[in-house]
């Protein structure tokens, strides 16, 4: 991803000044161990694959973050969402929703992820599956494109 241009930090700066965390929840939870398979294969890191979701609604916006763990043993998913409530203003766009997903909600809610995979995965597999630590902009959504 790349770095804000000055315009889209003074949008995403002003839109954190007037939203508040409304809350985290998970929206699942779940793996499946398949039958007769005892090892977790050559990907320790889990085969995660991640998706992102948002919506939009008067007051609130919301981020999903979706991991999805295929190994050989078996498979997890995990969906982590957060909550914002818009305090004044107007909704924001779609694309300021991606930047800010990108800036501020990805960061919130990885590590309920991790800890999601983490629990679900040592209670299934037997040995937890642990999501390395994610540095700024290595996840995250697509951004829409600025109009010219």
Do not use: C, W
């Not at 889209?8 to 929840?25: C, F």
């Not at 998913?77 to 997903?101: H, I, N, S, T, W």
């Not at 800036?103 to 990885?110: D, G, K, P, Q, S």
């Not at 590590?111 to 999601?116: A, H």
Request: aromatic share 8%; hydrophobic share 45%.
């Amino acid at each position: 991803m790349n770095e804000l241009s000055a315009v889209d930090a003074r949008l995403v700066k002003d839109l954190i000044e007037r939203s508040e965390l409304g809350s985290i929840e998970f929206h699942e939870v779940s793996a499946r161990r398949f039958d007769g398979v005892e090892d977790f294969g050559e990907s320790r890191d889990g085969g995660l694959t991640l998706g992102f979701q948002q919506r939009s609604e008067t007051g609130v916006f919301g981020i999903r973050i979706v991991g999805d763990i295929a190994i050989p043993m078996g498979e997890a998913r995990v969906v982590a969402a957060a909550e914002y409530k818009v305090l004044r203003g107007d909704l924001p766009p779609q694309r300021l929703v991606e930047l800010f997903a990108n800036e501020v909600a990805i960061m919130t809610l990885f590590p309920y992820l991790r800890e999601g995979i983490a629990s679900i995965t040592s209670k299934v597999f037997g040995t937890p599956i642990t999501l390395p630590v994610a540095q700024r902009g290595q996840i995250g959504f697509e951004v829409t494109p600025a109009e010219q």
